[in-house]
């Protein structure tokens, strides 16, 4: 008896699409990075591969990603530490992001499977992957200022954060969910539905974000706010996808959340660019 497929989750094409987007883009940098490195002969190299196996193992010990998908969060460890080497690397509030996401995602997880909400044990896929973290990769590309580049990472990395922990704490502590658009009851899971206790909980996970970046790179006050409130724009521009193009059938949610991470970095870079630099 022959095993049917898994049927494939509604628009997969767009998750497949911001795949052909990022990794690709990824691998060049990786590759032109590399040899770079060789030619010198510079420590970076091994480093690189060290940190990357080292996260990659983590990742797929503590199973909070599908195999498919450490390799795609490998290729983002490696392009975030390429781009910003030694102690001030990106990797720091990226792994910042990765313990309170998972912390959030395994936290009321038997609250979770009453509502059918928990997520699946095999962790996240390769396309989730690239969604929450494909902007802050992409942001690496060397034409981007050095400065600019600092921040749209830290407001992406900061949205991802902030959006997860809402969304997954939420369906622990939330009462009964809001469409973000109209402010009426909605089920728990709904796109769109937001809880209070679920936007108190991002709204914190975006400030811890912003501190710990701010702290990495060296940004004053002002910085820290701006990566803040950048991240915070993202979260409720998360919801608003949710609430509209989503439910309507356009967009997926790994589009959603890859909009809402480039949002939150263009906005930051923006403010970089226009105040800080």
Same mark, same amino acid.
């Given at each position: 008896?022959?095993?049917?497929?898994?049927?494939?989750?509604?628009?997969?094409?767009?998750?497949?699409?911001?795949?052909?987007?990022?990794?690709?883009?990824?691998?060049?940098?990786?590759?032109?990075?590399?040899?770079?490195?060789?030619?010198?002969?510079?420590?970076?190299?091994?480093?690189?591969?060290?940190?990357?196996?080292?996260?990659?193992?983590?990742?797929?010990?503590?199973?909070?990603?599908?195999?498919?998908?450490?390799?795609?969060?490998?290729?983002?460890?490696?392009?975030?530490?390429?781009?910003?080497?030694?102690?001030?690397?990106?990797?720091?509030?990226?792994?910042?992001?990765?313990?309170?996401?998972?912390?959030?995602?395994?936290?009321?997880?038997?609250?979770?499977?009453?509502?059918?909400?928990?997520?699946?044990?095999?962790?996240?896929?390769?396309?989730?992957?690239?969604?929450?973290? =494909? *902007?802050?990769?992409?942001?690496?590309?060397?034409?981007?200022?050095? !400065?600019?580049? #600092? &921040?749209? @990472?830290? +407001? %992406?990395?900061?949205?991802?954060?902030?959006?997860?922990?809402?969304?997954?704490?939420?369906?622990?502590?939330?009462?009964?969910?809001?469409?973000?658009?109209?402010?009426?009851?909605?089920?728990?899971?709904?796109?769109? =539905? *937001?809880?209070?206790?679920?936007?108190?909980?991002?709204?914190?996970? !975006?400030?811890? #974000? &912003?501190? @710990?970046? +701010? %702290?990495?790179?060296?940004?004053?006050?002002?910085?820290?706010?701006?990566?803040?409130?950048?991240?915070?724009?993202?979260?409720?521009?998360?919801?608003?996808?949710?609430?509209?193009?989503?439910?309507?059938?356009?967009?997926?949610?790994?589009?959603?959340?890859?909009?809402?991470?480039?949002?939150? !970095?263009?906005?930051? &870079?923006?403010?970089?660019?226009?105040?800080?630099?």
């Amino acid at each position: 008896m022959t095993k049917e497929p898994r049927p494939r989750p509604p628009l997969y094409w767009q998750s497949q699409l911001l795949l052909l987007i990022v990794v690709p883009v990824s691998c060049m940098w990786i590759f032109f990075q590399t040899v770079d490195a060789w030619e010198r002969r510079s420590p970076m190299l091994l480093q690189t591969v060290g940190i990357c196996i080292a996260f990659g193992l983590i990742v797929w010990l503590t199973r909070a990603a599908t195999t498919p998908a450490v390799f795609t969060g490998t290729m983002m460890t490696a392009c975030l530490y390429l781009r910003i080497p030694g102690w001030r690397t990106a990797l720091w509030p990226l792994v910042a992001m990765l313990v309170l996401t998972l912390a959030a995602t395994r936290f009321g997880r038997s609250r979770k499977l009453e509502l059918g909400l928990a997520e699946s044990r095999s962790g996240r896929s390769a396309s989730q992957v690239a969604a929450n973290l =494909g *902007i802050a990769a992409l942001a690496c590309i060397p034409a981007i200022p050095t !400065a600019v580049a #600092l &921040a749209g @990472i830290a +407001a %992406a990395l900061t949205e991802a954060a902030a959006d997860t922990l809402s969304s997954e704490l939420g369906q622990v502590f939330g009462g009964q969910p809001m469409l973000l658009t109209t402010f009426q009851p909605v089920p728990a899971g709904t796109d769109g =539905g *937001i809880t209070l206790a679920g936007t108190v909980c991002g709204c914190l996970g !975006a400030a811890i #974000l &912003a501190v @710990i970046s +701010a %702290a990495t790179f060296h940004f004053g006050l002002s910085w820290a706010a701006a990566i803040f409130s950048c991240g915070v724009l993202g979260l409720f521009v998360d919801s608003l996808l949710g609430a509209t193009l989503e439910r309507r059938g356009m967009l997926n949610n790994d589009a959603v959340n890859f909009l809402s991470t480039l949002i939150s !970095a263009a906005s930051a &870079a923006w403010l970089a660019n226009r105040f800080f630099c």
